[in-house]
């Protein structure tokens, strides 16, 4: 069995959030738009039928988790999930709040504008009320 | 509860494939890329969140079926999985076989090319191949 470990690219563009029983939950270093990512910790896995069913429904009630936090803090006018992984193979799922007047809408936002990176305080209060949130659920 | 009927706009850009427990499956009319989509039949939903626990394992085992039919017809080099509704809200789920050689690669399909609907005889080919794939699982 492979062992896992983040993908350098990932671990770049990413900012941990939350570590849980499969996934690790990482916030992406974009501030147009509330962006979470799940990172299953299965070495080797690049699709989604990579995992058992049991992981499966784990991955499958983390993203829900993902969800309802963002939902709650951000109150999006959509969510966007998806497992695309053709720049970066290990298996990773975006879970995105979009909204109808984002930079992309309604566009998916994969290579609609550059990143923009967050200043180190929007990165902690963004972080902050995420793992509020996740707390008080 | 909302009575469920496939969005005008999802019936207009698919063809159905088949009819399962939760899920329409259909084939999206874009030769550019083998393209399933999976439609709950749940009234209203527009997140993957608006589903409960037992419909989110339902459309994952749905999706799996999908991304195996895919696997075995297409041999894609990557699968992307996603549901998005920035345009059609009705709640569906992509399933896109990838070829590293194909029109969008690496980027999302959305928005790349226009669609290239097929042929009445690659159409009937290809849903009859994938069909084919589903009957003998």
Redesign the interface.
């Known amino acids: 069995m492979t062992p896992w470990q983040l993908h350098p690219q990932l671990a770049v563009d990413t900012h941990p959030v939350a570590c849980w029983s499969l996934s690790e939950l990482r916030l992406m270093d974009d501030a147009h738009h509330p962006w979470l990512m799940l990172v299953p910790r299965i070495g080797g896995a690049?699709?989604?039928?990579d995992l058992d069913?049991g992981a499966?429904?784990t991955l499958?009630?983390e993203?829900?988790r993902a969800?309802?936090a963002l939902?709650r803090v951000f109150t999006p006018d959509?969510?966007?999930?998806?497992?695309?992984?053709?720049?970066v193979?290990q298996l990773h799922v975006h879970v995105i709040a979009?909204y109808r007047t984002d930079i992309a809408?309604?566009?998916?936002v994969?290579?609609v504008a550059n990143a923009q990176p967050y200043s180190p305080d929007a990165l902690a209060d963004v972080v902050s009320k995420l793992q509020d949130a996740l707390a008080h659920e």
Chains 1, 2 share one sequence.
Do not use: D, I, Y
Not at 46 to 49: C, K, N
Not at 78 to 87: E, R, S, T, Y
Not at 105 to 108: F, S
């Open positions: 690049t699709e989604l039928v069913r499966q429904a499958m009630a993203v829900t969800s309802h939902q959509k969510l966007n999930v998806a497992a695309l992984g053709n720049m193979e979009r809408w309604p566009r998916p994969w290579g």
